[in-house]
Structure formats: structure tokens, C-alpha cells
């Protein structure tokens, strides 16, 4: 099982993987376009769980897609 600071850098890799994907991302997953951007480029340090599993969800449910 992952720990909140395992799962927050794992979030932060895909979205650095995905990161023109942002818009379609917080659509599908419910979080915030502007939260989505603080979580990828470390302005958030500890964002709430279920945020953290919300990304996490959507991202493994869609491949990252070449840019």
C-alpha cells in the first residue's frame, strides 16, 4: 500500500509524463484544473488523500499519450 508521500511523488511523475494532458485530467477526475498544477509542480506539499487518489485513479486508467 502506498504512503501519502509514495503516492504524492508517484502523482507528480505521471502528471510531468501527461502534463498537456492537465485540462482532460481535472475534467475526468473531478479535481480542480489550478489544484491539479500546485499538486504537479510542488506548491502543494501536502495535499489531501483523497485528492492524491482521485489523480491517481484517473492517471492509471489512461495511458499517457505521446505529445
Do not use: C, H
Not at 13 to 29: D, F, P, T, V, Y
Amino acid at each position: 500500500m502506498d504512503t501519502g508521500g509514495d503516492l504524492l511523488e508517484k502523482v507528480r511523475a505521471q502528471l510531468r509524463e501527461r502534463r498537456g494532458q492537465w485540462k482532460e485530467i481535472s475534467e475526468r477526475s473531478g479535481v480542480p484544473y489550478f489544484t491539479l498544477i500546485k499538486i504537479a509542480n510542488g506548491a502543494t506539499e501536502n495535499p489531501r488523500w483523497r485528492t492524491l487518489a482521485r489523480l491517481s485513479e484517473q492517471l492509471s486508467r489512461e495511458p499517457a499519450t505521446p505529445q
